[in-house]
């Protein structure tokens, strides 16, 4: 079992940046690539970046270099940097951790308004 809290959400204006982590417990060994979800109300969750446990990083193409995930291994944490948010960023922000199988956190709450 493995266990991922995220933190880091809140309101932000179009522009600004927020950090969000996602801290993993448990049987963390062997987890093979950690990710980032998120959705947006009314929509199905979607993809936004991967983290291999080689440290090859995968970003859906509608990042465009605004977001970077990244990992402390001291900390069992993975991070997702997010730059210049938009509007369309609101969503909830969701972790994410393939093992034998996947395991999600309960999520984040990102809000990008004026």
């Known amino acids: 079992q493995v266990q991922l809290v995220e933190s880091g959400g809140g309101l932000v204006q179009p522009g600004e940046s927020l950090r969000l982590s996602c801290a993993a417990s448990?049987?963390?060994?062997?987890?093979?690539?950690m990710a980032w979800y998120r959705q947006a109300p009314g929509k199905q969750r979607e993809w936004v970046a991967t983290l291999n446990s080689s440290g090859s990083t995968y970003y859906a193409d509608w990042v465009k270099g605004r977001f970077t995930i990244s990992r402390d291994n001291a900390k069992n944490t993975v991070y997702l940097q997010m730059n210049s948010l938009k509007p369309e960023d609101t969503a909830v922000y969701y972790c994410?951790?393939?093992?034998?199988?996947?395991?999600w956190g309960q999520g984040t709450q990102v809000t990008v308004s004026s």
């Open positions: 994410h951790a393939l093992q034998d199988r996947g395991y």
């Open positions: 448990g049987s963390i060994f062997s987890i093979n690539a």
